[in-house]
């Protein structure tokens, strides 16, 4: 896309009223949605993801993990769920960037930059869309949760630990967003987000405490947000030390949204 281009395309968005860009918006998640109903295989991942990981390490190292605890499976059950929370905030937030590196290569994308439309509205789009799917897998893994033995203690604190994970997520499809924009295929992003997700979810306090590992890991799992994020859904949900990584949650949430937000807005615009 040339310079004049990108300045056209930035007038174009400046004109639209706000009210303009919510219908924009409204109209571009019920395409996303629609288009699910037409593929519900896409739907395959957020239903799958959350009863193959909560059966697998429940019942493959809730054992082991659960006697260090002090609890058996049945406290393993209690601590790895609220994590498995904070695992489907960063392992679906990668969807948004393969499925929007899809739309660029199928030509959708070239489509929707030819209307007179908000492009931050084909953003926020993709991203609810996202976040809904996200929400229907943490809804299939607390079914899952509940008959493997979970014990919800503050039904409150459930629906919070859900919000925080909703506002993690939608920070992080930001990244994803802008991997999907400047990197040339789908495949490409999954290999990308691999890389990214694969240490921040096993080098944290998801699957297990972090008390045992080595000093430079715990170093680093201290500043992981899907470790404080994971501590503050078990606050939440079955009760202890809440309020410090609540903040560093929001703090983490705050802060990538604020520098990948705009990063992947202008790369849309300006993407030839």
Known sequence: MSAATATTTADTDARIPLRGHLRHTGALIRRNLLWIRQDPESMFDALLMPIVFTLLFVYVFGGSIGQALGGGQDGYV?????GMIAMMSMTLSQGVGTGFSQDFNSG??????????GRGSVLFAKISVELARMLFATAVLMIVALLVGFDINHWGGLFAAVGLSVVFASSIMWVFLTLGVILKNAQ???AMGFLVLFPLQFGSSIFAPTQSMPGWLQAFTDYNPLSTLADA?????VGGPVAH????TLAWSVAITAVMAPVAIHKFRTKS
């Open 78 to 82: 209690q601590y790895v769920i609220p």
């Open 108 to 117: 959708v994308m070239d489509r929707f930059r030819s209307l007179p439309i």
């Open 188 to 190: 490409s992003v999954q």
């Open 233 to 237: 859904a078990r606050g939440l949900m």
């Open 245 to 248: 990584d609540l903040w560093v």
